[in-house]
């Protein structure tokens, strides 16, 4: 037989809307992260080529 106290904590745990609010930021603050790296490779490589592009054309001008 379950003690009253015990069914008391487990209702009490169940309507505790506080770990619920904690899952939603991480996986928001998860979700955030994502965009930052993936936003970070798509720049890396956009300026990769902007360099490329550049020394090339730095490269051209001086042959000439």
Do not use: W
Request: glycine share 6%; net charge neutral.
């Amino acid at each position: 037989m379950k003690s009253p106290h015990f069914v008391r904590t487990v209702l009490s745990l169940a309507r505790d809307e506080d770990g619920t609010t904690a899952v939603e930021y991480a996986v928001m603050l998860a979700l955030i992260v994502a965009v930052c790296i993936g936003s970070v490779a798509s720049m890396t490589t956009a300026t990769q080529k902007s360099f490329d592009k550049s020394g090339q054309a730095i490269a051209g001008a001086m042959a000439n």
